[in-house]
């Protein structure tokens, strides 16, 4: 082993004093097994240097860990097979109940007909809302007499106070609630 | 690889106005800094933390009238102080550099020459796992370009300290792999 062999290095890296790598320089050009060191030196410095390049590549081309796109595929599927359940689940009501337009008419319930309504979805979304409507001042009265009743008038009277034979016919006005509200009666 | 392959914003707004020689220094040497970091075992994106936080440390050192002899080796010291502080922290292996997972595809090669460049790293990287730190740290920096007297500077080591240690960890490379 040649002893500048441990200065071959250093050598090449232009690390050594003028005069000994004027030495370095001389030795080389007589000694066959340090040119053959030498250049394998340089020839792992250099592979050494791709290997670093490559790896800084590698890694900066790989940004994204292995695991994201795997995560993301699996989040996706759960993603849809929940809408897939709930667009099922959405689609599954119980059966809307079927009015006919004479059995609208037939009923002509209110009450039944409003509700059959408030099921129907609303077409036309109002913008603004409409004034209230005006509340009628006046109670509630009836048209006509809801019942007549015939009273013989000896039930009501004394007798001989008033001509025998004669009948008294009874109007009576029915409010809403269902109570008597005037009582008129009439020969 | 060109260095636009490196994506890596410069922060511009942090330097002072007037300070284009740190961003000339940027420019120059952001890529080594962060080919080192990622040799040393930092991620991709860790090793551009580490390289954007050493140029801040750079102009603050600068703008309180710090030495300027040797600002390579002072941001490469920096840096790899960072990365030390980063991996500790992390309670992560200082010693898995030159990532043993990673793979290696060189583009537009033949598949052919793919193959033979990935088993000649296969056997590169097999031989630098036998490096010691100093001796592996040592190497990565002396390929960046630093003098000895700098990667002392980086390392805390005297200067013919790193010779001998430049120079065996070669010797083990050449030994150890037929590259």
């Known amino acids: 082993m040649c002893e500048l062999q441990p200065k071959l290095v250093a050598w090449l890296d232009h690390e050594l004093p003028p005069d000994q790598a004027a030495e370095v320089e001389n030795h080389l050009q007589a000694c066959k097994e340090c040119r053959a060191l030498r250049d394998r030196y340089q020839q792992v410095s ?24 795997a995560l993301s595929g699996a989040l996706l599927a759960i993603t849809a097979t929940v809408l897939l359940v709930a667009f099922h689940r959405s689609r599954i009501e119980p059966p809307r109940p079927v009015v006919t337009p004479t059995a609208t008419r037939a009923t002509a319930a209110p009450v039944k007909a409003l509700a059959s309504e408030s099921v129907l979805p609303k077409a036309i979304h109002r913008r603004r809302a409409l004034p209230p409507l005006p509340v009628p001042a006046t109670k509630w009265q009836p048209a006509e007499t809801a019942i007549q009743i015939t009273i013989p008038a000896e039930t009501m009277f004394a007798p001989g106070a008033i001509p025998e034979g004669m009948n008294f016919i009874a109007e009576l006005s029915i409010g809403p609630d269902g109570s008597v509200e005037r009582l008129r009666l009439r020969p | 690889m060109s260095d636009d392959s490196v994506p890596l914003a410069l922060p511009f707004l942090r330097f002072a106005a007037g300070s284009s020689e740190v961003t000339a220094l940027y420019c120059e040497l952001r890529k080594p800094l962060l080919r080192y970091l990622v040799c040393l075992g930092l991620s991709s994106d860790e090793a551009q933390d580490v390289v954007q936080d050493s140029f801040v440390s ?16 002072w941001l490469f010291r920096v840096a790899h102080n960072q990365a030390r502080n980063r991996q500790t922290s992390y309670h992560r292996r200082f010693g898995e550099p030159l990532d043993s997972e990673t793979d290696f595809v060189a583009a537009g090669a033949t ?7 990935k088993e000649k790293f296969r056997r590169l990287r097999a031989a630098i796992g036998l490096l010691a730190d100093s001796e592996r740290e040592c190497l990565l920096l002396r390929a960046e370009g630093l003098r000895y007297r700098e990667i002392g500077d980086v390392l805390g080591l005297a200067t013919s300290t790193v010779a001998d240690t430049v120079e065996r960890a070669i010797k083990k490379l050449a030994e150890k792999c037929n590259v």
Do not use: M
């Open chain 1, 46 to 69: 250099t592979s050494f240097e791709a290997y670093r390049d490559a790896l800084l590549t590698a890694k900066t081309c790989r940004s994204v860990p292995r695991w994201v796109p």
């Open chain 2, 111 to 117: 598949p052919e020459n793919a193959v033979l460049e």
């Open chain 2, 58 to 73: 750079l102009q603050h050192h600068l703008a309180a009238g710090g030495t300027q002899d040797n600002i390579r080796g």
